[in-house]
C-alpha cells in the first residue's frame, strides 16, 4: 500500500483530505512523526477544518500517552481537550470527538494523573462532556460503552462524598 500512496500523493498533495486520511491512519496504527507531518500538510492546506483539528487533538492526546512522564504531557492533554471542545461546540461533529476525548482522556487519567482527587476531577469532566455526546448520538453505542467505563472509572476511586 506504501506504492499506492505515493502514486496517489502526485496527484492529491494538494487535497486537506488526503493528508487527514494519511495522518489519521498513523495516529492510529502507526508512527506519530509522520502522522504530525502530514495533519500540518491537511491544515496548512484547510486551516479551519474541524476533522483535522480534531484528528490533531488526537494526536496529541497520543504523544502524551507515550510519555506521560514528559513536561510537555500535560500541556498537549491541555491543549487537546480545548480542541476538542470547541470542535464539539462549534459543529455537529459527529460522535467521534466526544469518542476520542472520552477514550484517550480515560486512558490518560490511569497513566497521567497521580492524585485522585485530581483524577477524579479530570473524570468527572470527561464523564459530562461523554454525557452530551450520548445525549446528541443516544444509537452510539461505542459512546454508552465508553461512558459505563468512565462511571467505573470514576467510582472505582472511591472516594469519600466531600470530594465529588
Given at each position: 500500500?506504501?506504492?499506492?500512496?505515493?502514486?496517489?500523493?502526485?496527484?492529491?498533495s494538494d487535497d486537506s483530505h488526503y493528508w487527514l486520511q494519511r495522518g489519521s491512519l498513523e495516529v492510529e496504527f502507526g508512527d506519530l512523526r509522520l502522522a504530525e507531518n502530514f495533519l500540518n500538510q491537511a491544515r496548512g492546506l484547510s486551516p479551519n477544518d474541524t476533522f483535522i483539528e480534531n484528528e490533531r487533538a488526537y494526536l496529541l492526546l497520543k504523544k502524551a500517552l507515550e510519555?506521560?512522564?514528559?513536561?510537555?504531557?500535560?500541556?498537549?492533554?491541555?491543549e487537546a481537550t480545548r480542541s476538542i471542545e470547541a470542535v464539539i461546540a462549534t459543529t455537529k461533529s459527529g460522535p467521534y470527538p466526544f469518542h476520542?476525548?472520552?477514550s484517550q482522556g480515560l486512558a490518560w487519567s490511569r497513566v497521567g494523573i497521580q492524585s485522585d482527587e485530581e483524577k477524579a476531577k479530570y473524570l468527572s469532566n470527561l464523564k459530562r462532556t461523554v454525557e452530551k455526546g450520548v445525549g446528541l448520538y443516544p444509537d452510539n453505542k461505542n459512546l454508552r460503552e465508553l461512558r459505563e467505563s468512565l462511571q467505573w472509572a470514576y467510582l472505582s476511586l472511591g472516594l469519600s462524598p466531600h470530594h465529588r
Open positions: 500500500s506504501q506504492m499506492l500512496y505515493q502514486e496517489l500523493e502526485g496527484m492529491l510519555q506521560p512522564k514528559s513536561l510537555a504531557a500535560q500541556e498537549f492533554v491541555q476520542v476525548l472520552g
